[in-house]
């Protein structure tokens, strides 16, 4: 297992699309352990919640 941490500082599509791929099953060796962002109203942080 690949444990990574994802970086974001906008809306977080992204790491949206890399969570929903390892949902999925096509990226089940990876684990995410933390989402980082500098910004205190980022949108990744909402999505973050749905993971």
Not at 12 to 36: C, K, P, Q
Request: proline share 0%; net charge negative.
């Amino acid at each position: 297992m690949t444990k990574i941490a994802i970086f974001a500082s906008g809306s977080g599509s992204n790491f949206e699309s890399i969570m929903t791929e390892i949902e999925a099953g096509r990226l089940s060796h990876i684990e995410v352990t933390a989402l980082y962002t500098d910004q205190v109203s980022a949108y990744c942080i909402e999505r973050a919640r749905k993971f």
